[in-house]
């Protein structure tokens, strides 16, 4: 059974940074996408990161490039999302997920359960 566990969020400033943390077991494929999700309140969800498990490639939500990296350890089975620069407009739940087949919009088929990361003074 796949499984996706989130932690690393809290309250921060802004202009402080944050890791987020997504604990992968129970993949048996080999090729998937790992991505890194987020909603707001009153907002819809969107993607900020993902990376792909056969070459690392990865990609960025165009708001966030700059801001935020991703990253693996698959001797964690773990994936990263490091947050620098923290804006009070990043305050929302983020979530991980995996889509087999790759990185993609939309689609994941598994998720986690959330980490809540507020921006504030």
């Known amino acids: 059974q796949v499984q996706l566990v989130e932690s690393g969020g809290g309250l921060v400033q802004p202009g402080g940074s944050l890791r987020l943390s997504c604990g992968v077991t129970g993949f048996t494929e080999h090729y998937y996408g790992i991505g890194w999700f987020r909603q707001a309140p009153r907002k819809e969800r969107e993607g900020v990161a993902c990376?792909?498990?056969?070459?690392?490639?990865?990609y960025y939500l165009d708001s966030m490039k700059g801001r935020v990296t991703i990253s693996r350890d698959n001797a964690k089975n773990s994936v990263y999302l490091q947050m620098d620069s923290l804006k009070p407009d990043d305050t929302a739940v983020y979530y991980c997920a995996a889509n087999l087949g790759g990185c993609a919009k939309t689609g994941y088929d598994y998720w986690g359960q959330g980490t809540q990361v507020t921006v504030s003074s």
């Open positions: 990376i792909e498990s056969r070459d690392g490639r990865t």
